[in-house]
């Protein structure tokens, strides 16, 4: 089993939207009982973008507090991910949640062990944006972490940031090797490039080799609850996304 977290340091970077998209691209490659989501974003909108209705799910949050096996609240998609929301929880129940991951730093990594998704499988995280126990979590139990960003300014600004964040992981326990994906992509615009090609310079190799193009299309896909991959196959960010799960599955089984 590997276990992907997909993170961010800012918000509204389109880390949920790839996620999914980059999971129902890697299940359209792996094929069905294959590939897995877990939310721990509190704000419990992963399960959108994968189409599925968690109304009766207890959720991530819930299902831990109980102490009960992630596997029973999990939910099919019709596009061969099976996810895991974070829930609908109360605010005194993220509390105690967020409490218990932090007594418990293993806590995601052992509840997906116990979720017996197989040994040739891939699980992927979705996290609020910024450190938090969440972050905590999945630097502790993932095989690789990609960070999320855009090429602006704001997103350019954030990576000490992050590297700092890594830094201070590795003291604690050995961390997964990170990846920068610059995702929405608009080569039309000059400033994009430009900070492309200073990011290009700053990660060198610590960045992705594919970026996700800027494209309406995901945005659309998002309002039919449909990977982009489903919704518009041959556009330009579906290319982009089936060639970086095509990537990641060749890096992860090495």
């Given at each position: 089993?590997?276990?992907?977290?997909?993170?961010?340091?800012?918000?509204?970077?389109?880390?949920?939207?790839?996620?999914?998209?980059?999971?129902?691209?890697?299940?359209s490659a792996l094929g069905p009982d294959r590939v897995s989501v877990v939310d721990l974003?509190?704000?419990?909108?992963?399960?959108?973008?994968?189409?599925?209705?968690?109304?009766?799910?207890?959720?991530?949050?819930?299902?831990?507090?109980?102490?009960?096996?992630?596997?029973?609240?999990?939910?099919?998609?019709?596009?061969?991910?099976?996810?895991?929301?974070?829930?609908?929880?109360?605010?005194?129940?993220?509390?105690?949640?967020?409490?218990?991951?932090?007594?418990?730093?293993?806590?995601?990594?052992?509840?997906?062990?116990?979720?017996?998704?197989?040994?040739?499988?891939?699980?992927?995280?979705?996290?609020?944006?910024?450190?938090?126990?969440?972050?905590?979590?999945?630097?502790?139990?993932?095989?690789?972490?990609?960070?999320?960003?855009?090429?602006?300014?704001?997103?350019?600004?954030?990576?000490?940031?992050?590297?700092?964040?890594?830094?201070?992981?590795?003291?604690?326990?050995?961390?997964?090797?990170?990846?920068?994906?610059?995702?929405?992509?608009?080569?039309?615009?000059?400033?994009?490039?430009?900070?492309?090609?200073?990011?290009?310079?700053?990660?060198?190799?610590?960045?992705?080799?594919?970026?996700?193009?800027?494209?309406?299309?995901?945005?659309?896909?998002?309002?039919?609850?449909?990977?982009?991959?489903?919704?518009?196959?041959?556009?330009?960010?579906?290319?982009?996304?089936?060639?970086?799960?095509?990537?990641?599955?060749?890096?992860?089984?090495?």
């Open positions: 089993m590997s276990v992907i977290g997909i993170v961010s340091m800012k918000g509204g970077v389109g880390k949920t939207t790839l996620t999914a998209n980059l999971a129902a691209a890697m299940a974003d509190p704000q419990n909108a992963l399960h959108l973008h994968c189409g599925v209705d968690d109304t009766n799910s207890p959720g991530v949050c819930r299902q831990s507090l109980a102490n009960a096996n992630w596997r029973e609240m999990a939910l099919p998609s019709v596009h061969d991910v099976l996810c895991m929301p974070y829930g609908m929880a109360k605010e005194s129940e993220r509390k105690a949640f967020e409490s218990l991951l932090y007594m418990h730093p293993d806590w995601i990594g052992t509840q997906i062990d116990a979720s017996g998704l197989g040994r040739d499988s891939v699980v992927l995280i979705d996290t609020p944006p910024g450190p938090s126990v969440y972050l905590k979590q999945v630097f502790a139990c993932a095989d690789l972490v990609i960070v999320v960003i855009l090429a602006d300014a704001g997103s350019y600004a954030t990576i000490p940031a992050m590297e700092s964040w890594v830094a201070s992981m590795a003291q604690e326990h050995p961390t997964a090797p990170c990846v920068y994906l610059v995702n929405q992509v608009d080569k039309s615009e000059v400033l994009n490039r430009d900070v492309v090609d200073l990011l290009s310079v700053k990660l060198g190799a610590k960045m992705a080799p594919i970026g996700i193009h800027a494209d309406e299309s995901v945005r659309e896909a998002l309002a039919f609850q449909q990977p982009v991959l489903a919704y518009a196959p041959h556009g330009q960010a579906s290319h982009d996304v089936a060639r970086l799960a095509d990537w990641l599955i060749d890096g992860l089984s090495r």
